[in-house]
């Protein structure tokens, strides 16, 4: 019997593997993906209940004092309004991030939790300019706050935050255009992001761009600018600077928890032509959008620790206490950190004198 041996023996045919991926086992990493799903959901509970518990407590204590309302906490009760907002969202957040299923919510919640996520973006820094553009005219053109406002002033913050949330709409437009739950693949989990098709690749870049020089940008330099005038006139008139401190503060903890996510995004729009991009982007936006989240939960916190007035109104609301009117406390705003600014030096001469003459032991406060 005669074997042939030619065939596969002789054959020098050579195969390109090049375009073999591997990509579950590179870039999903499903230890890295098991760990994610755990860690995510837990950070998002911990925020859902500590700003959920935060926030009730602050609007619960502005809607005991709605009679005696001053103007900063117009701007507190419309950056509390944006935060239980994206609360709201974070359960679903947290699903996508747990289950194996990813995001199985439809369309239309993708579309208005990611427009939320935004808004709140949005709203906070543009409120955080109102508020830093208030204090700077009323302070470079007298020093101190007015106790007793015109009613000019609440119609005009009122106009300025409905602007905020009418600007704030319009910038998410792209999320409610673009925004929907991925297909599910061999390899991923259907996930709520922008999806853009080949006809519409064109549109990524003018909304980033937007969210970067309007949402960004603008808003940051305007916060500096303000600020640093701010610090500038009451160290000048030798007045404590606590105005600045609270807009620092409070515009400090917003960049270090929002920063992240929009340099991850800038870096984004960078390479977005580039074949990595969808890699890069995968890897370090749930991580930094998680972080923005967070932020969400820190304000009544910042309040509960810093502000005397809302620490002293927390505790009545807890105890069942009614504040004390005739103290001055129901008029005083929830705004305030630490103690009253000091007064005038006019003021100051004045009370020195009012105090050598009447002989009294208690401390005058300032107007």
């Given at each position: 019997m005669d074997v042939d041996v030619g065939g596969f023996l002789t054959q020098n045919t050579t195969y390109d593997y090049s375009d073999y991926e591997y990509e579950y086992k590179d870039d999903l990493n499903p230890k890295g993906l098991r760990i994610m799903s755990v860690l995510i959901p837990v950070l998002y509970s911990v925020v859902l209940l500590v700003g959920l518990l935060g926030n009730a407590l602050l609007l619960f204590a502005l809607g005991l004092r709605r009679k005696h309302w001053r103007i900063s906490d117009i701007f507190v009760l419309n950056l509390a309004i944006s935060d239980a907002l994206l609360l709201g969202t974070l359960?679903?957040?947290?699903?996508?991030a747990a289950q194996q299923s990813g995001w199985c919510f439809g369309a239309a919640l993708c579309k208005i939790c990611g427009?939320?996520?935004?808004?709140n973006f949005y709203c906070g820094i543009l409120l955080l300019c109102c508020i830093s553009l208030y204090h700077y005219l009323s302070i470079i053109h007298s020093v101190q706050l007015p106790v007793h406002h015109s009613h000019r002033e609440p119609m005009l913050v009122h106009a300025s935050c409905l602007a905020v949330w009418l600007v704030s709409l319009l910038l998410t437009i792209p999320d409610w255009i673009f925004l929907e739950p991925t297909e599910p693949t061999t390899q991923t989990k259907p996930l709520c992001v922008h999806t853009y098709t080949t006809s519409s690749a064109n549109w990524q870049l003018g909304p980033r761009l937007l969210h970067h020089v309007l949402g960004l940008l603008v808003p940051t330099a305007?916060?500096?600018v303000c600020c640093s005038g701010i610090l500038?006139?009451?160290h000048f008139k030798n007045l404590k600077q606590q105005r600045a401190v609270t807009l620092l503060l409070l515009a400090g903890v917003f960049f270090v928890f929002w920063l992240p996510y929009n340099v991850t995004l800038m870096v984004d729009t960078y390479r977005s032509s580039s074949k990595d991009s969808q890699r890069s982007s995968f890897k370090a936006l749930p991580a930094t959008f998680a972080l923005a989240c967070v932020h969400a939960c820190l304000r009544p916190v910042i309040y509960v620790f810093l502000s005397g007035n809302f620490r002293k109104w927390t505790l009545a609301v807890l105890r069942c206490e009614a504040a004390d009117e005739s103290k001055g406390e129901v008029r005083s705003s929830l705004w305030e950190l630490g103690v009253r600014e000091k007064a005038l030096p006019a003021q100051n001469h004045e009370l020195e004198n009012l105090k050598q003459?009447?002989?009294?032991e208690q401390p005058v406060q300032s107007a």
């Open positions: 359960p679903f957040w947290a699903a996508q427009a939320i996520f935004n808004m305007t916060l500096v500038l006139r009451l003459t009447t002989g009294a």
